[in-house]
């Protein structure tokens, strides 16, 4: 079946450094894609939602890269802070509404 | 402002026994509700999403049967039976229709975690 495989399962970085995470797909007709942070013991909170047609997304210390030639959707944390320390997945969604969730990274960011 | 309560936060479920979950919507903008489970390994899943007050479907995914209820507009309900490996299950709305998938306006609640005695 369709597959979200997201590297590094855990990541450790120095405040100020930055932090990237990968998602590959499998679904070439993936159509829309998502990054959701989980902080400890909370719900999932959606920091971005990209479309197909859109190759980089710029968010609030953050930016995300679609590379649709690879299938891969990545995350960077440009400056890393501990308040970024979270669980974060990436998600494909086809037009059939069935969504895939990667298995989450552990992020820890050190003071 | 919190779009969604479930309840309870949490619970010891006995082997064999089922337990009860329910999710309270707050804010009407948002009617499409969905339940999505999260394992022990923290993969998530989508469970159903339920629109209108006596939609009901049924589910069996490893490690627990699973049955959906919209109550009324502003409540969702889910019954976990058979349930062998503990869970957290999350409450979701969203402004738009979206079965099994994610939408920029759909919200996660604080989740129900469920641990087998």
């Known amino acids: 079946g369709e597959q979200v495989e997201q590297r590094p399962p855990h990541l450790s970085v120095r405040e100020g450094d930055s932090a990237v995470i990968i998602c590959t797909y499998t679904d070439p007709n993936s159509y829309y894609f998502f990054w959701y942070k989980q902080e400890p013991g909370a719900g999932l909170q959606l920091l971005m939602k990209v479309f197909s047609s859109t190759e980089i997304n710029e968010g609030q210390g953050f930016t995300v890269l679609l590379n649709k030639k690879d299938k891969q959707l990545s995350l960077n944390l440009t400056a890393a802070h501990p308040g970024d320390s979270a669980v974060y997945f990436c998600a494909a969604d086809t037009n059939a509404y069935k969504v895939i969730f990667g298995k989450g990274t552990h992020l820890h960011v050190l003071p | 402002v919190t779009l969604l309560e479930q309840n309870p936060r949490w619970r010891l479920v006995p082997r064999g026994q089922a337990v009860n979950l329910r999710c309270i919507l707050k804010?009407?903008?948002?009617?499409?509700m969905s339940w999505y489970q999260q394992d022990l390994q923290k993969q998530l899943q989508w469970l159903f999403t339920?629109?209108?007050?006596?939609?009901?479907?049924v589910k069996s995914l490893p490690g627990a049967d699973y049955l959906a209820t919209r109550v009324t507009d502003t409540e969702l309900r889910l019954q976990v039976a058979n349930m062998s490996q503990g869970r957290t299950l999350y409450c979701t709305c969203?402004?738009?229709?979206?079965?099994?998938?994610?939408?920029?306006?759909?919200?996660f609640g604080p989740g129900t975690r469920l641990l087998v005695l």
């Open positions: 339920l629109r209108s007050p006596g939609d009901k479907e």
């Open positions: 969203s402004a738009e229709r979206g079965l099994g998938g994610l939408q920029d306006t759909q919200y």
């Open positions: 804010n009407s903008q948002y009617p499409w």
